[in-house]
């Protein structure tokens, strides 16, 4: 049997999903697969559980590393894979039956496949997300850029991608970004795509853990800041899209690079950084992002919208005693 699709699974102490994900994966209707599990340093018993399933089933390959995060652990997947075909799971969510097979579908015909998601949160009302089932032309960026934005879609899973694109380009997740990687990731291999599949079926459920508050989390205002600048010249630079046009032809894209913009901002506050940290800091984001900011940010209380006043009159100084007033208040 030739395997003709990669299934490239993180794993990290999920003891508690690991079962469901692997089990979900095995009820493919689409057989020809090869399941690569990356056991990203585990304290549990996550390890045993993968190589206990790699014993029954031949399709099942473990590799085991020492912990580096998700991106690291998805890199190393995208390494050990033998097909050219790619599609990320994470370990504590499952498929439906036909995923598999409704991604490989449209693997002829597109560079890359993007399916729908359930989202399965727990004590709350399930939600599906469908897009339209179309092929568009990559050239075709308001439709992935804005109408669906992808930006707010970025996940890795539900999506099928193509080894031979990744290599030849040499693009991996960058694994100094703790937030907004995936996207990045995505973005990237969107530069290198002729056609791309959007498939009206939401066959992968997305489980929001109990108390999981992902979005909450304080990074390094330098990773922070990577994914924001990052993101920025690939929308400015890479993708040629003006200033301009994110605020009148793209204000969901805009809206986003803002809010990653705000919260590597944050971070400076938030971890305390020094005066003149902060200031230097302050001065390295491209003039032309405080027109996005002036336009899109929303400041949530009064001192916070006069520091947005001296923010984007480029009055750091001010703009920072002001926003140090504000955070110690929020402590």
Known sequence: MKLQISVIVPVYNATKTINRCIE?????????????????????????????YANMDSRIKVFNKKNGGPSAARNKGIDMASTNLLVFV??????????????FSDAECADLVIGGINKINKGQNDTAFHFPNTLIEAKEKKIFLENYPLSDYGYPFAKLFKKDILNRHHIRFIEDV????????????????DKIKFNDKSLYNYVIAEGES????????????????????????????????????FPKLGYRLTRLMNRSISTIYIKDYPTEKSILALNNYPKNAWILYDVFNEPSNFIK???????????????????????????
Request: net charge negative; glycine share 2%.
């Open 178 to 193: 703790h937030m907004f990687e995936d996207v990045l990731f995505l973005f990237e291999y969107l530069k290198f795509c």
């Open 24 to 52: 979900s994966i095995q009820r493919q209707s689409f057989k020809n697969f090869e399941l690569v599990l990356i056991n990203d340093g585990s304290t549990d018993d996550s390890l045993t559980l993968c190589l206990e």
């Open 90 to 103: 994470d370990s504590d969510d499952y498929l439906e039956p036909n995923f598999i097979e409704n991604l």
């Open 214 to 249: 992902l979005s909450t989390k304080v990074n390094s205002f330098e990773s922070e800041y990577l994914g924001f600048i990052t993101f920025y010249n690939q929308i400015t630079a890479d993708f040629k899209i003006t200033i301009p046009e994110l605020v009148n032809d």
């Open 305 to 331: 919208k006069w520091s947005k006043l001296l923010l984007v009159k480029n009055m750091f100084r001010s703009a920072d005693f002001l926003l140090r007033i504000s955070y110690k208040l929020i402590k």
